[in-house]
């Protein structure tokens, strides 16, 4: 028997929009620590595309890139049954009555030969025939499937003439046999009793098919004589009325199914699939080959529970992958400002003021006195490093320089090398245009009724990214529109320690503010500043009042 229930989905375990080598590494390490700890059902995700520095970092280690998640709202694929009950549009009325019945009276998804959907069975459909019959024009041109109606009928088959064709007229012998004799047509289906006179007399005028009702058994001279001439004999238990009905239910599911159903994708969003299930009781879900992989009912859309999400690296609604809102926050593991995301439930959270957050999950094995694998302490050791500017930045705290101390032990590597390995693919920007240099590290920040958008370039060549000023104007440009105060790249060169701001949109207010020397309309010269999340997203706060005057 087919299951109606689908497994809960496991929990997703995800970094901030526009991923850094922190916030896929610690989704990675943390997914690793749940399934040693609790062996909790997790998923390691990105919400973006991965970054050339932290596609080495992975690959250094031999571990595999996270499941790309760009969008987290309920999708029908979360909240649909499956594998789907179906049935074959050549299996009978009765097969599929009995298997609506089994499955809770649900629709079913009908398979043409191909495998492909080709309509829909459910119950009004059996309550039509039941209180209005089949149509005779219809059902008449449907030969009869012998198996089916053996099956149907839970019949005997005392002699079978596959060769034999059996229109679906059906004759009840309930006349003497004069009449019956001037009724009788060849191919036709006759049920009939105990009536050696009319079993004869059938077989003798060419009907293709008898049905001895009551469990009557059939005389061997009847059953060779019908031998003979070719004529199958099935024997029933129930009586006369019962059999005619289950005859009925023999012909094939196709005769009575809705033909082209609407159906929906596996992909389609849950919200605009409520709205066909306004008027629909159930949905199959079909692949791009119309192949059914699923059905989805409104019953699906109220049971089925929310995606179980962790944050990593973030806490805030604007950097976190579209749709949250609809998933189940439950841990957020953040080194950052508390923001703005609301949970109806209380989560496991773990905030603190270190370097990176793969710190902090490193924290965590210790926590619960586990080693993590060579490969996960490589991995963290190399998100630690460029997170922290190889110990440069004002964030690093002597929590990330014990926890790559201790890493590296396990791992056996050299965290200096392997940092400044990451800081030089990170800085070679020559493959990349000028928005994916903006948007490669973006985050947006709400600030008193503000919004501004930063990106970050931490590079050992700073030159070689501030040659395309004009066309990084460009960009800031065009990401600001109408949706933000201001829009800045903050690039910061980790060889020479000095910070340069660009910025689109009061950038005399911006300069005032993180105490930069403006340069020229839109470049800010910062000294000792290499921390959005430290210098220039506090100093941020200052800039409406300064605005407003």
Known sequence: MVSDVTAEPPTIVIGHRNPDTDAICAAIAYRDLLALRDQTDAVAARAGLTRPETRYLLERFGVPEPTLIEDMRQRVRDVMTAPARTVLHSDSLYEVGLRQIDS????LPVLDGDGRL???????????????????????????DFDNLVRALDARVIVRADDRPVRRTVMV?????????ERLQ?????????????????IDLGVGMMI?????????????????????????????????????MSVPVSIIMRRDPPSCSPDDLVDEVRGLLGSERALSVVDDARRVVGVVTRADLLRRARRQVVLVDHNERSQAVEGIEQAQIVGIIDHHRVADLITDQPPMMRLEPVGACCTLIASLYREANLTPSPSMAGIMVGAIMIDTLLFQSPTTTAEDRATVAHLTE???????????????????????????????????????????????????????????????NRALADIRGAEYTSTMLVVTDIVSKRTTVLVNGHAREIARALGGHLRG??????????SRKKQIVPALSRVGGLIRR
């Open 212 to 248: 001895v009702t009551g469990g009557t058994p059939v005389e061997s001279k009847i059953v060779a004589h019908a031998q003979s001439r070719g004529v199958a004999i099935l024997t029933v238990d129930h009586h006369t009325a019962t059999t005619l009905r289950l005859i009925h």
């Open 173 to 181: 012998a309930a006349w003497n046999i004069e009449s019956i004799k």
């Open 521 to 530: 309309p839109d470049t800010i010269d910062l000294a000792g500043v290499y």
């Open 118 to 144: 080709a309509g829909i069975a459910e119950a009004q459909d059996f309550a039509k025939v039941f209180f209005q019959g089949l149509d005779p024009s219809v059902a008449d041109q449907v030969p009869i």
């Open 410 to 472: 396990i791992a056996g590597i050299d965290a200096e090398r392997l940092g400044r390995a990451l800081v030089e693919i990170a800085s070679d920007v020559s493959n990349r245009n000028a928005q994916e240099l903006v948007l490669g590290d973006f985050k947006s920040f709400a600030i008193d009724g503000h919004r501004f958008g930063v990106g970050v370039i931490e590079t050992g060549n700073s030159a070689s990214v501030l040659a395309r000023r004009s066309e990084l």
């Open 186 to 202: 060849p191919d036709i289906v006759l049920v009939v009793g105990d009536r050696l006179d009319v079993q004869r007399a059938a």
């Open 104 to 107: 809770g009276m649900r629709p």
